[in-house]
């Protein structure tokens, strides 16, 4: 069996987790999460403790994935995930405007962002932009939308980028 499907969720206080026959619900203080059960899985809740088991050899994959899934669904509910976005460019700003983000990257136009439900977006400065939620799957899309209004460009760096995300930069052409 995967290594993955064997580790046990343990799962923190005051987070619950729901196990239904067509699906699976975790409650926690950042909101509430919910995934339809595959019906090659077997699930167990005891104390605490949620362990996952295949039904057979070829629901080994699934049984892994679905592991990984409910781990992030109980992190998500208990603690959340962000996602970090640095503007690097002249001119290049990120404001708040009520829940919309108003993005400068040197367009002629500035480019207004709605945050999606269940999303929170802040920037700590005029060149950050946090992306914040308990779905980890919907805050990594939300952070790639944003960055994909002008990604890095390889020549001097200047673009949206993750923050800590490495640039390959080009040399440019020598005359």
């Known amino acids: 069996m995967s290594r993955v499907?064997?580790?046990p969720i343990?799962?923190?206080k005051g987070v619950d987790v729901t196990i239904n026959a067509a699906d699976v619900v975790a409650k926690g203080s950042k909101g509430t999460l919910s995934i339809k059960r595959p019906s090659g899985v077997e699930f167990n809740l005891d104390n605490g403790v949620v362990t996952l088991q295949p039904k057979s050899d070829e629901?080994?994959?699934i049984t892994g994935t679905m592991r990984a899934v409910l781990a992030n669904m109980v992190t998500g509910v208990s603690e959340g995930f962000t996602r970090k976005l640095e503007l690097v460019g002249v001119g290049y700003r990120a404001a708040m405007q009520?829940?919309?983000l108003n993005l400068s990257l040197g367009?002629?136009?500035p480019v207004v962002f709605k945050a999606p439900e269940g999303i929170t977006l802040t920037t700590p400065s005029q060149t950050e932009v946090l992306v914040s939620g308990a779905d980890k799957q919907r805050v990594?899309?939300?952070a790639a939308k944003i960055r994909g209004f002008r990604p890095p460009e390889p020549y001097k760096g200047k673009g949206v980028r993750y923050s800590g995300e490495n640039i390959i930069r080009k040399e440019a052409k020598k005359a």
Do not use: I, N, Q, R
Request: hydrophobic share 35%; net charge neutral.
């Open 5 to 7: 499907a064997k580790k």
């Open 59 to 61: 629901h080994v994959a």
């Open 140 to 142: 990594g899309e939300v």
């Open 98 to 100: 009520g829940s919309d």
């Open 10 to 12: 343990t799962l923190p």
């Open 107 to 109: 367009f002629s136009h």
